[in-house]
């Protein structure tokens, strides 16, 4: 279990679907060691601060092993860039990680760096900015169906965060998972 990549982005001005939204969807890869606070990564904003960022949502970190399966639907839905790898940042988190899936995550499970220690806070849920980053809509959607959502990390021990950390993930009190709060918050 290893941090592939650390990213961040700033809040721009875009258009979505006709209206002019703000958005720091899109990240992009970071080199060498970022700093890491009780509101998230040096470097790095949130736009609408009643879904995203805060103490509970300051990192968002993202299973690199369902890249393939993103790079699939947006080459079926033939979106632009459609035939090349979905590069890091593009599902908006902070940090690429390798070795640890939704499933294997509860609130409250500790992820252990050499030089922070990151807590399991929540999933993330999708909206309509996803589907904007993406490419098409149905993201949105897909995300929902798939599970595919990572998760959101409180910071417990500040620090500084890399590519190439390896991660020790330290068991919470193991009450609920990540795939179970994201079913039921994606039902209701």
Known sequence: ??????????????????RRVMTAICKTPVAGPVAVGP?????DEQADLTVHGGLSK??????SEHLPFWQTVRAQA????????????LMG??????????????????LVLPQCTLVVSEPRLPCFKFGAAM???QAVKLMA????????????????VQAGDPIELQP?????????????????
């Not at 998760?151 to 021990?157: F, G, K, T």
């Open 58 to 63: 300051a990192v968002y970190a993202y299973p």
């Open 145 to 160: 169906q798939s599970g595919f959502c990572g998760s959101y990390l409180a910071v417990l021990h500040d620090g500084f």
């Open 39 to 43: 509101l998230g990564l040096a470097g």
């Open 93 to 110: 988190e902070n940090l690429l990680l390798q070795g640890i899936l939704e499933k294997q995550l509860w609130v409250g499970d500790r």
């Open 135 to 137: 490419g098409f809509a």
């Open 1 to 18: 279990m290893k941090v592939l990549q650390v990213c961040t982005g700033q809040a721009r001005a875009t258009q979505i679907s006709g």
């Open 172 to 188: 919470g009190p193991r009450e609920v998972s990540v795939p179970e709060l994201f079913r039921a918050r994606v039902r209701a």
């Open 78 to 89: 033939r979106v632009g860039g459609w035939e090349e790898a979905v590069p890091a940042g």
